[in-house]
């Protein structure tokens, strides 16, 4: 489990909190910042916002990527690369054949693909292009995931700033009654600040968190294609790994190259 967003998370509304509660009124003042018309103005609106620009199937799917962002990357870039120098080994050894008995204990399903077609003996140009098709796919299902957390912190500050103006108008109506000028204001005022806290405390996090995680996995995939198509032009293993450690930060190059190498 990746905690790193859960602690975020904890620290933002902590901070909040600790915010609201260290002026004179104290744990008092927490009281001050719940309005449940300023809920369903902000909360619900911006959530109907996003449900009305979505497929039902689509605000389901964005709904759970939020689940997404807790899970650790199974694999990383210098364990993908040594699977593929392994992998080369093997076929340099025993021949393009003994991969798809090595096949069989890899989990990896675009990996267990790519070597199937190598096996297969498809041309080279056509497994590039039916990895990257699938790559092409993959990423467009994370965008639109991502698009769905980008669109609620759109809407959530835009339905604040409609809360506000519901409640300047219904305050600015009664001003003949003082006593209504509070909570109308108050609705006005904790509007805004719940379409920033889904904004900033939510929804951008999320976003930006799923794009990272994105971009982690379509770079090990394009690794995998990369070090496929070596594998099936007959490279040297050592040659295989100089080029996929391009990939990689000249940190972890360094830690491969002090750790591990391809057989000649």
Same mark, same amino acid.
């Given at each position: 489990?990746?905690?790193?967003?859960?602690?975020?998370?904890?620290?933002?509304?902590?901070?909040?909190?600790?915010?609201?509660?260290?002026?004179?009124?104290?744990?008092?003042?927490?009281?001050?910042?719940?309005?449940?018309?300023? +809920?369903?103005?902000?909360?619900?609106?911006?959530?109907? @916002?996003? !449900? =009305?620009?979505?497929?039902? %199937?689509?605000? $389901?799917?964005?709904?759970?990527?939020?689940?997404?962002?807790?899970?650790?990357?199974?694999?990383?870039?210098?364990?993908?690369?040594?699977?593929? +120098?392994?992998?080369?080994?093997?076929?340099?050894?025993? @021949?393009? !054949? =003994?991969?798809?008995?090595? %096949?069989?204990? $890899?989990?990896?399903?675009?990996?267990?693909?790519?070597?199937m077609l190598v096996v297969d003996g498809t041309d080279p140009e056509l497994v590039r292009g039916i990895l990257e098709t699938d790559l092409s796919c993959i990423e467009t299902r994370h965008k639109g995931v991502i698009g769905f957390w980008e669109k609620w912190a759109e809407l959530g500050p835009a339905w604040g700033m409609i809360g506000t103006l519901i409640g300047l108008v219904n305050m600015l109506k009664m001003l003949d009654d003082p006593s209504a000028i509070g909570p109308?204001?108050?609705?006005?005022?904790?509007?805004?600040?719940?379409?920033?806290?889904?904004?900033?405390?939510?929804?951008?996090?999320?976003?930006?968190?799923?794009?990272?995680?994105?971009?982690?996995?379509?770079?090990?995939?394009?690794?995998?294609?990369?070090?496929?198509?070596?594998?099936?032009?007959?490279?040297?293993?050592?040659?295989?790994?100089?080029?996929?450690?391009?990939?990689?930060?000249?940190?972890?190059?360094?830690?491969?190259?002090?750790?591990?190498?391809?057989?000649?």
């Amino acid at each position: 489990m990746d905690i790193a967003s859960l602690i975020g998370f904890i620290l933002g509304i902590g901070m909040a909190f600790f915010g609201i509660v260290s002026g004179d009124q104290g744990a008092a003042a927490l009281g001050n910042f719940g309005d449940v018309p300023s +809920i369903f103005i902000t909360i619900g609106g911006s959530i109907s @916002g996003v !449900l =009305a620009a979505h497929t039902m %199937a689509d605000f $389901i799917s964005g709904l759970k990527g939020f689940t997404l962002i807790f899970k650790a990357q199974k694999d990383n870039p210098e364990e993908v690369i040594r699977n593929i +120098i392994d992998l080369s080994n093997v076929a340099r050894k025993e @021949g393009l !054949l =003994a991969l798809e008995e090595a %096949a069989n204990g $890899i989990e990896d399903e675009f990996l267990k693909k790519g070597i199937m077609l190598v096996v297969d003996g498809t041309d080279p140009e056509l497994v590039r292009g039916i990895l990257e098709t699938d790559l092409s796919c993959i990423e467009t299902r994370h965008k639109g995931v991502i698009g769905f957390w980008e669109k609620w912190a759109e809407l959530g500050p835009a339905w604040g700033m409609i809360g506000t103006l519901i409640g300047l108008v219904n305050m600015l109506k009664m001003l003949d009654d003082p006593s209504a000028i509070g909570p109308n204001m108050a609705v006005a005022l904790l509007t805004t600040l719940y379409g920033s806290l889904i904004a900033n405390w939510l929804c951008n996090p999320v976003a930006s968190k799923l794009k990272v995680n994105s971009d982690i996995e379509i770079m090990l995939k394009e690794v995998t294609v990369e070090g496929l198509l070596s594998i099936q032009a007959g490279e040297n293993p050592r040659v295989i790994e100089e080029k996929l450690k391009s990939f990689l930060s000249p940190k972890a190059r360094n830690s491969m190259s002090e750790t591990a190498g391809g057989e000649a």
